[in-house]
């Protein structure tokens, strides 16, 4: 999931928890007699005659606009479902063609090359990579999985000195962002590369 889809479910579920909480606290008023029982009386069902005469009143066009709120709402519910498997990650693209030509990046491949430097260095057991975010600023997430007993500073070292500048040159980028997040496991873990 994305940030930008991660925000947007945090969002939705913030206005979804406010409408549930004034919806409790409008039960709990009524079923106490708290509000003015002309409005809202306690002790009636919720369904009373007041609003059986709006239904009665607006009975054939009503029934259409709930039914077009409902279809509204099921379309939501249906964008949401399809934003979850929503990914971040970076297309191929080309960099700035100069006079030496025109150089086309295949990101599977540059995070594949990157995932092989990382995963070459003996502390490490597994790695893969992914390259996520725009042409403009590509950033690189990478998991690893590490020998439990290696020290840190070498799988940093690895990281750091080697593959991340190694990429940056291949970007032809001063910058590139990397998260990693690296796992310790026994050394009997199978060693493996994605």
């Known amino acids: 999931m994305d940030r930008k889809t991660g ?3 945090r969002l ?11 919806l409790g606290g409008y039960t709990l008023a009524r079923g106490a007699h708290a509000l003015p029982q002309t409005m809202a009386p306690g002790g009636e069902p919720l369904v009373n ?16 606009v709930i039914a077009a709120a409902a279809i509204v709402l099921a379309l939501f ?9 929503r990914r971040d990650r970076l297309g191929d693209f ?3 063609s100069g006079s030496g030509g025109i150089t086309d990046v295949r990101t599977s491949t540059v995070a594949n090359a990157i995932a ?12 893969s990579a992914s390259m996520i975010g725009t042409k403009e600023h590509p950033a690189v ?26 990429m940056r040159q291949t970007l032809e980028r001063d910058h590139v962002p990397a998260i990693a997040r690296v796992s310790l496991e026994g050394p009997s873990h199978s060693r493996r590369v994605r």
């Open 7 to 9: 925000r947007g479910n």
């Open 12 to 22: 939705g579920l913030l206005i979804m928890g406010l409408l549930l909480t004034l």
């Open 49 to 64: 005659d007041p609003v059986r005469a709006v239904f009665a009143r607006y009975d054939p066009w009503l029934w259409w």
């Open 77 to 85: 519910g249906l964008r949401w479902l399809l934003v979850q498997g």
């Open 94 to 96: 080309r960099l700035e």
């Open 116 to 127: 092989d430097e990382v995963g070459s260095h003996p502390a490490i057991l597994s790695a």
């Open 141 to 166: 997430r990478l998991r690893v999985v590490a020998d439990e007993k290696a020290p840190m500073s070498a799988v940093r070292e690895q990281l750091s000195g080697y593959a991340i500048p190694h």
